[in-house]
């Protein structure tokens, strides 16, 4: 199964980072109009944790399609952050939220080099909070999904960014799986199966059969 690391390693990479690329757009509204209309702050902020996260665990493991992909990952997430804060009026909350981040990331440290010394335990346990973290961002947006069955409306919805998560965490389970790794692999398996339900509901509701609504946030 050896051989088939490189092709996995290389298909993770470049899914991850493509999914990670569609945040380009709110990017590009948010300084073509000055503005963040629209443009959700903390999808950004949980991202970035998420990949500081796995980039620690990467580093500790040696692993390096983990370390480049949650290198620019993180990267991005800051762009985006600081692209933000330059234009939201609600420089404070946005500020108190992103100092919430960095005093977590600080505890954090805190908590995995200082009080857990051997290396093996603390790679245990951060894998163990990153797979938990991950989960629950892929099953945050079952909420929103469920308005949308009720709208029976899939306008809201990002059918690029919905094919970009499958192929990121069906190539993620199967880099885990090739490397017996449980933190990697599990965490990855419900953002398929949202994947999933999203391409059902685009089958179900067609975007071009819409009726005129208000547009849902998801």
Avoid: H
Avoid at 18 to 31: E, H, I
Avoid at 54 to 61: N, R
Avoid at 173 to 197: A, K, R
């Amino acid at each position: 199964m050896e051989p088939a690391l490189p092709l996995l390693s290389g298909a993770c990479i470049a899914c991850t980072l493509g999914m990670f690329a569609t945040g380009l757009a709110d990017l590009r509204q948010m300084f073509r109009t000055r503005s963040v209309e629209n443009v959700q702050f903390l999808p950004f902020l949980t991202t970035d944790v998420n990949n500081l996260s796995w980039l620690t665990y990467g580093c500790l493991k040696q692993d390096w399609t983990l370390i480049i992909v949650n290198t620019i990952g993180a990267a991005l997430q800051t762009l985006y952050i600081l692209a933000y804060f330059s234009f939201s009026p609600e420089k404070r909350r946005v500020l108190l939220q992103s100092l919430a981040l960095l005093g977590m990331l600080i505890l954090g440290y805190c908590y995995f080099s200082l009080l857990i010394p051997d290396a093996n335990v603390r790679l245990a346990r951060l894998g163990l909070f990153c797979s938990v973290f991950t989960i629950s961002m892929y099953l945050s947006p079952l909420a929103d999904l469920a308005k949308i069955i009720r709208s029976r409306s899939t306008r809201c919805l990002s059918f690029p960014l919905t094919v970009a998560t499958f192929l990121t965490s069906t190539s993620w389970t199967l880099y885990g799986f090739q490397l017996s790794d449980l933190y990697i692999m599990v965490p990855n398996v419900p953002g398929i199966i949202t994947s999933l339900l999203r391409f059902w509901l685009f089958w179900q509701f067609p975007p071009d059969l819409d009726k005129p609504y208000k547009p849902l946030q998801a």
